[in-house]
């Protein structure tokens, strides 16, 4: 490493918390794109509504945030500086994923304190780690 810095030790430990989140997300984005017709049959009839009218853009875009996102955190813990990108690029498909959330009519019927809370915890994981991202690349302890 070059850098201008030592790594600090809790760099890696983070950064693989940060993996570790975004497999998870990865997990729900999987279990909701292969989600059976009895699951489906088993949601209230606002989520079922919900996932039933989601547009193919809008699953293309929580794709994006979910595996940019993997990408990004496994590239913090490879210490690559191409990590910050895709961290972008989650954080920016995140926005739009939440944009239409919360303001397109045939979403909001479904949206409950707990989608609220959840989507605002994952939406500050992913500013947080950008400025770590950002943090790590001008420090130099990525390369």
Do not use: C, H
């Not at 606002?46 to 794709?63: D, G, I, K, N």
Request: charged letters at 10%; hydrophobic letters at 60%; proline letters at 4%.
């Amino acid at each position: 490493m070059s850098g201008s810095t030592p790594l600090p030790k809790w760099f890696t430990p983070v950064a693989i918390v940060a993996l570790l989140w975004n497999l998870m997300g990865a997990s729900a984005y999987l279990m909701d794109v292969m989600m059976s017709p009895e699951a489906v049959a088993a949601l209230t009839p606002a989520q079922r509504a919900l996932y039933e009218s989601r547009p193919a853009w809008f699953v293309a875009v929580y794709a994006i945030a979910v595996w940019a996102g993997v990408l990004g955190a496994l590239g913090l813990v490879l210490k690559r500086r191409w990590a910050r990108g895709l961290l972008l690029a989650s954080l920016l498909a995140l926005i739009v994923q939440d944009l239409a959330l919360f303001t397109k009519a045939e979403f909001t019927a479904a949206v409950t304190g707990a989608v609220i809370g959840l989507q605002a915890t994952v939406l500050l994981v992913a500013v947080g780690l950008i400025l770590l991202a950002r943090r790590a690349d001008t420090d130099g302890w990525l390369t």
